[in-house]
């Protein structure tokens, strides 16, 4: 469940390794995104607070929209998206999406203020890909990030995990982590 409270199970909705990532000094590849860096959201630029590789040999799919764009990611990591019945956008598991759905990618640039930052865009397909490794990123606050210009969810459990194995004296070679300054 994706949703879960237990970041043990939750650490595992992630992107591939190769994923393109919108930040402010263009597009970087998700497991080159460090702590510290500003990535793209629809609130404007957010630091990241938590980078890590979270899975070896994952499960994976591949989801493509009417544009071409393409994200890779695991069945049970949430994107942005809306079906043709409900069209009101929410965050949805990778394995429930159909080519029913729309996912959200950046808006056209607008002259008129208050416009919306991210349009709907039609998936075309769902497919199983090869297993690879899978890399997430925390960004406190809105919890979203731009993956390969798709709206994805971040994973908000990175710092409690990685808080939890520190606690038990566990070393951290496979992920970045800060604690906020008191």
């Not at 956008?89 to 999406?97: D, R, S, Y």
Request: charged share 25%; proline share 8%; net charge positive.
């Amino acid at each position: 469940d994706p949703g879960t409270r237990n970041p043990l199970k939750r650490l595992g909705a992630c992107v591939a390794k190769g994923t393109l990532v919108s930040t402010d000094k263009g597009m970087v590849k998700i497991e080159d995104v460090k702590i510290g860096d500003l990535v793209e959201t629809m609130e404007g630029l957010k630091e990241v607070s938590a980078s890590a590789l979270t899975r070896k040999d994952a499960e994976v799919l591949t989801l493509t929209v009417w544009s071409g764009k393409a994200i890779t990611l695991t069945p049970d990591h949430l994107v942005l998206a809306s079906d043709s019945d409900d069209k009101i956008p929410g965050w949805v598991p990778a394995e429930k999406i159909t080519t029913k759905h729309c996912l959200y990618t950046p808006a056209p640039p607008s002259i008129f203020p208050g416009e919306p930052k991210v349009a709907p865009t039609i998936v075309v397909s769902v497919k199983k890909a090869r297993r690879v490794d899978v890399y997430d990123i925390t960004v406190p606050g809105p919890e979203h990030f731009f993956a390969n210009g798709i709206v994805t969810h971040n994973c908000k459990h990175l710092m409690a995990l990685m808080g939890s194995l520190e606690d038990r004296g566990v070393a951290q070679t496979a992920v970045q982590y800060y604690r906020p300054k008191k």
